[in-house]
């Protein structure tokens, strides 16, 4: 607000402009972005069905290895954010009615032509997100009321989750974060617990990995699991102290960590080669009070989940059409409504829940998240000046710059190869099976059939 005090702080090179110390009406920045970052909310009831693709041994494996590798180009992004940013404050630029995007970050470092590249990958990224978030929508209330189709209940969640273009930045999402970590938890810890109060199956089987196309597919969902970073640059931004962001992130992905290995690996252990033609690990636990509670807050965090990913498309949009200053919240909210109906149909076309995780993994995430940052830090940081007057060092653990940019290099083979090559190749193949067993627009995706 402009009538609230604002003092510029120096912290290290960094300018950042900061509510004045006492100001209790905003939460911490340490608690309210931590709990921003731990939404990984439909991709935890489809990682049993990944260690199925994989196997239990490399299903552990990728989990460590990318959640490693994301919470590294988390760093870059941070990096490359606060940057930009310092840049711009140096030269008098006020951010304070302006929230700053990936794109933007790009383009003033690097130019036009990256700008363009962030903005296509980031925004189809987070498009299909929000896809997913409807089909998950859709695909847990079936299993408390199968008296309505897969279908329509995409529709009833579609117009639920419409009411997002009333919340107007991330600030607004701080305490709906807090209950989205309560229900994650929650979730998580029942799979496990039930899974082994349940036990195996009868004649349970572990076969995987069988085939090449399932491994790669299973691969590009847990890629996708750690690769959260989409909305990254406008959480930082709706923190009071962005710098302390790469630390909370990797905190944050060990707590995943403690919820993701538990929750797939017991039911994997529970339900084997079962999870391979159910990808809603919800769908093979037995129905029960705690089976419900579970459902329903995961309906509640995917609502919450589907505003974090729509909210930095309605600020393109707000930007792209002028109105992402004005004072008038409906103006605002009225303007949004363009982005919510092609999500909408698109969740009605493809409600592969599951199979639709990998390809979005494979084919956008491996960009988006990954190869994008490390070239652009790479970029950015190549002229000498740039390394000597850098914000942000780094450390000396890490082997100074030639070990940021061996870290950097080797990410990119790796994520370019396995994560869009192969895991591109086996998503698209799996998709278009789905395709070809169901068909689009499909009444009820791995329904059971009623007698």
């Not at 959480?235 to 060990?254: C, D, E, G, N, V």
């Not at 000597?388 to 940019?405: D, I, K, T």
């Amino acid at each position: 607000m402009a009538s609230e005090k604002v003092e510029t702080v120096v912290a290290g090179n960094y300018l950042e402009m900061e509510r004045e110390e006492g100001d209790s009406r905003h939460p911490s920045s340490l608690v309210s972005s931590f709990i921003s970052l731990i939404h990984v909310a439909q991709v935890l009831l489809t990682l049993p069905y990944s260690f199925s693709q994989l196997g239990m041994l490399s299903g552990i494996l990728f989990q460590l290895f990318y959640g490693l590798m994301g919470s590294w180009t988390a760093y870059l992004i941070s990096l490359l954010y606060v940057e930009y940013r310092t840049r711009k404050e140096r030269e008098k630029v006020d951010f304070r009615n302006h929230v700053i995007q990936w794109f933007e970050v790009l383009d003033g470092l690097l130019g036009k032509h990256w700008r363009n590249i962030g903005l296509f990958f980031n925004c189809t990224f987070l498009l299909f997100g929000s896809v997913i978030q409807l089909i998950a929508c859709a695909s847990n209330i079936y299993y408390i009321n199968d008296n309505l189709d897969k279908r329509t209940w995409t529709y009833i969640f579609g117009a639920c989750c419409a009411t997002t273009v009333f919340i107007p930045s991330f600030h607004n999402y701080r305490i709906w974060s807090f209950l989205g970590l309560m229900m994650t938890s929650y979730t998580a810890w029942y799979m496990t617990i039930a899974s082994l109060l349940h036990g195996q199956v009868d004649g349970v089987k572990h076969s995987g990995p069988a085939k090449m196309v399932l491994y790669f597919t299973g691969a590009t969902n847990i890629l996708y699991t750690f690769g959260g970073h989409a909305v990254t640059v406008e959480i930082m931004h709706a923190m009071w102290k962005p710098q302390r962001f790469k630390m909370i992130y990797l905190l944050a992905t060990l707590y995943v960590l403690t919820l993701t290995l538990p929750s797939a690996s017991a039911v994997y252990w529970a339900f084997g080669d079962l999870l391979l033609t159910h990808s809603n690990a919800l769908s093979l636990l037995p129905r029960t009070g705690f089976r419900d509670t579970a459902v329903i807050l995961m309906l509640i965090h995917q609502f919450i989940t589907f505003g974090f990913a729509c909210t930095p498309l309605y600020f393109v949009w707000e930007k792209f059409i002028g109105v992402h200053e004005t004072k008038s919240l409906f103006k605002r909210a009225l303007s949004r409504l363009p982005v919510v109906i092609p999500i909408w149909f698109l969740a009605i076309i493809f409600p592969f829940f599951g199979p639709i995780n990998s390809t979005v993994g494979s084919l956008l995430v491996s960009f988006t998240v990954y190869i994008i940052p490390s070239l652009a830090h790479m970029i950015t940081f190549a002229p000498a000046s740039a390394r000597e007057n850098a914000v942000e060092r780094p450390p000396s653990f890490l082997g100074g710059w030639a070990g940021m940019y061996s870290i950097n290099i080797i990410v990119v083979i790796w994520v370019f190869i396995v994560g869009f090559g192969f895991g591109g190749w086996a998503s698209m193949l799996n998709f278009i099976q789905q395709i070809d067993t169901f068909g689009l627009f499909t009444k009820c995706y791995q329904c059971p059939h009623k007698p």
